[in-house]
């Protein structure tokens, strides 16, 4: 396989790697946006969050859950952005669904997930939401 994630959950790359289970593995982002930005990945290749089983999503939520803990308790950050980059459009460049953990502090010139984007609904909340609620039939 030529994914890089899987490479490095393999251990075919050497990755600085802060914390790794036989489901999961998290390793510091070779781009790092802030000291202590983390990828945390499933061993399982899976492109995006819609293709991870479901019984492998628990334990990644899970080492995400720890990890932030850990670089919580490392680096004493002010608090945290966590995302997932989901296809291409979305900055996707691995497809490996990857979450980051991006530590952040007071004053450190990012933005909320809410600055990600500016393309505000051209229908209403409620068609929207009807929408979202019928797909599910």
């Known amino acids: 396989m030529e994914c890089l994630f899987c490479k490095i959950a393999n251990k075919e790359i050497r990755d600085n790697v ?4 036989e489901k999961t593995v ?3 982002d ?3 946006r802030a000291d202590g930005h983390t990828m945390v990945i499933s061993r399982v290749h899976s492109n995006n969050i819609l293709d991870l089983d479901d019984k492998e ?7 995400l859950k720890r990890v932030t803990a850990m670089i919580d308790k490392a680096l004493k ?3 945290f952005t ?3 980059n989901h296809g291409s459009s979305a900055g996707q460049a691995v497809d490996h669904l990857h979450i980051h953990v991006i ?6 010139g990012g933005s909320s997930i809410h600055g990600v984007v500016g393309n505000p609904p051209r229908e209403s909340l409620d068609a929207i939401a009807e929408k979202i609620k019928n ?3």
């Open 30 to 32: 070779i781009n790092p």
């Open 57 to 63: 999503t628990a334990p990644l939520f899970l080492t």
């Open 135 to 137: 797909s599910n039939k």
């Open 18 to 21: 802060v914390y790794e289970d």
């Open 26 to 28: 998290a390793f510091l």
């Open 103 to 108: 530590p952040r502090w007071k004053n450190d």
């Open 82 to 84: 966590i995302g997932i």
């Open 77 to 79: 950050p002010d608090g």
